[in-house]
DNA sequence: TGTCCACTGGAAGGGAGGGCTT
DNA sequence: AAGCCCTCCCTTCCAGTGGACA
């Protein structure tokens, strides 16, 4: 009991932390430091709102950590609180389509932030539509829909057809009005959008620049200011901070954190200081989890293919095609005495463990030896291994296998 | 120069599992 | 309970395709 209580006591008086909170990804900060110049003109976009008139659709385009999706939502919830003492009617509503993956879960979530009541599955996406209608057509508001990382829900079946009802949706309301901000980091996306929807959501496009190391330091720096407590960070750290973030995904998100779990690793060890030594603690984290995470979610079979590919590359240092893996997968489903999935399938788990950068794959033509998927580990061996020997159905499977990381562990 | 391998990737569809409305 | 509809994982079918080899 005492334990406990100690833990809880010293979570009080943190000696690292000010606010942890300041630096979580949803943080919309007070400030957001060189990005100035996008936030007024989104703000100038959108501004026509608080008179009850319907603002430009926006259609924003910037790579991943670039503070798109800070700037919308620190633009809107500014024009909601406006709005408040103004005694105009406006109301943001904020979905990330990549998260609400289906066209379904998309207008589900509208549909909730709007006060109509959506049941998680059951109804076509043509009834929710429906009851979206009836909950704002008299409402007299100005709705605000982003619509992040729009690229998922273009590229889904009927994402496409969604999309267009959105834009078409004020023609059946009455005293409300919709605009909608569509938000990307993909430029293709724009090639594959139905033109009707393009033109319609690209009324205004703006795009938004990388930040440089340098930019990215700033925002750090004005991220710990409110986050840790005074002289806690060493020197290094948020310069540390900012070139890794750079080299390995190169956004803000990725470098803030960095910074986060540095700060949580160094409490955790009773250090009174953050080193860079945490930083790089923080990286493999990061990873670690990551792996942990994605993995653990996977289907039966698309485990059974990892392992496969764990198997064949001799844990984690060869390659393999697409071939090798699909016999080796199907002597472990035989071992199992489980059916086993269809080539095409296998390919198909392929092209998405790519996807979620488990592995990496490269499409090679070997000429008289045909067209196949070269692939290989993209991520530690070792923690991929306990994430599938957490399943129980593969555990055994892993034995001949462990036994070659556990080796090369002693090495 | 053409052939032909070993796949890739698009498209459509199905059926199990689940939940809605009426 | 019947009748819909949705998602997820999968199948079937098929039209490509880059380049080593004959």
Redesign the pocket.
């Known amino acids: 009991m005492d334990i406990v209580r100690d833990v809880f006591a010293s979570a009080l008086r943190s000696r690292i932390f000010r606010d942890r909170e300041k630096l979580l990804p949803d943080y919309v900060p007070e400030s957001l430091p060189h990005r100035e110049n996008e936030i007024k003109k989104v703000a100038s976009i959108l501004a026509p709102a608080l008179r009850g008139e319907k603002p430009s659709n926006i259609f924003i385009y910037g790579l991943t950590g670039t503070g798109k999706t800070a700037v919308v939502r620190y633009v809107l919830s500014r024009l909601e609180a406006t709005a408040r003492e103004a005694g105009s009617r406006v109301k943001g509503v904020y979905v990330n389509t990549r998260y609400r993956?289906?066209?379904?879960?998309v207008i589900?979530d509208i549909g909730e932030a709007v006060g109509a009541?959506i049941?998680?599955?059951?109804?076509?996406?043509?009834?929710?539509f429906g009851r979206i209608i009836k909950a704002i057509a008299n409402t007299s508001t100005i709705y605000i829909v982003v619509l992040d990382e729009i690229d998922f829900l273009a590229r889904?079946?009927?994402g496409d057809d969604v999309l267009y009802k959105l834009t078409r949706i004020n023609s059946e309301l009455g005293t409300s009005r919709v605009a909608l901000v569509g938000v990307t980091n993909s430029a293709d996306l724009v090639e594959s959008l139905d033109p009707r929807v393009k033109s319609s959501l690209g009324e205004v496009e703006l795009v938004f620049p990388p930040y440089n190391a340098e930019q990215l330091r700033d925002i750090l720096e004005a991220r710990a200011r409110e986050a840790f407590r005074p002289g806690v960070l060493e020197e290094e750290v948020i310069p540390l901070c900012a070139a890794l973030a750079a080299r390995e995904h190169g956004d803000a998100r990725r470098a803030l954190d960095l910074l986060r779990v540095a700060g949580e690793i160094a409490e955790r060890m009773g250090a009174s200081r953050v080193t860079r030594d945490h930083v790089y603690m923080a990286r493999d984290e990061i990873e670690r989890d990551r792996v942990m995470d994605v993995v653990r979610?996977?289907?039966?079979?698309?485990k059974l293919v990892l392992t496969a590919i764990l198997i064949v590359t001799g844990g984690g240092t060869g390659y393999a095609?697409?071939?090798?893996i699909?016999e080796r997968y199907k002597a472990l489903t035989l071992k199992l005495g489980i059916?086993?999935?269809?080539?095409?399938?296998?390919?198909?788990?392929?092209?998405e463990l790519?996807m979620l950068g488990v592995i990496t794959?490269r499409?090679?033509?070997?000429?008289?030896?045909?067209?196949?998927?070269v692939?290989e580990l993209a991520v530690d061996p070792k923690t991929l291994y306990k994430a599938l020997a957490e399943d129980i159905t593969i555990g055994d499977l892993l034995e001949e296998i462990g036994a070659v990381l556990g080796k090369r562990n002693s090495v």
């Open positions: 993956d289906t066209p379904y879960r589900a009541r049941p998680f599955t059951g109804l076509s996406v043509g009834e929710v889904k079946r009927g979610t996977l289907p039966l079979h698309s095609t697409t071939g090798e699909y059916e086993t999935v269809t080539l095409r399938r296998v390919s198909g788990i392929l092209a790519d794959g499409v090679v033509s070997r000429g008289r030896y045909g067209k196949t998927r692939v």
